[in-house]
């Protein structure tokens, strides 16, 4: 699936739903099943979603609609592609005996940061 995602750091739910061409209804059950996801409500109730959100929402529908996996299997996929970089510590206590955030994958998600700022920068 080749889905070209706007060079920005974070998305209203409306634009992830254009992006990812998916029903509001089916993100939110997504929100819900899969811990790995992790949009941002500010005060008002509105949620934003990250470049690293969109990624695991596309990589979710490849799964389970594309490879027709079960939604164990696409768990297990998505914590071994995308580590537990994007799991808050409190869901993952509910969810998951996995440990904590890896080092690395910190990293990298910092990396990822700091090279979109870079871009804005130019």
Known sequence: MNTNIPDKLTFKKREV???TRLDGKV???WEKEFI???PVENQNGEKYFSRKDIEIIIRIKELLMGEKKSKEETKVILLSEFEAVH???EK???KSSKPGIKLSSLKEGLKEILTLIDKDDK
């Open 92 to 94: 993952a206590e509910k």
């Open 36 to 38: 790995i996801l992790n």
């Open 87 to 89: 799991i808050p510590k």
């Open 27 to 29: 993100l939110e059950y």
């Open 17 to 19: 739903i254009n992006i």
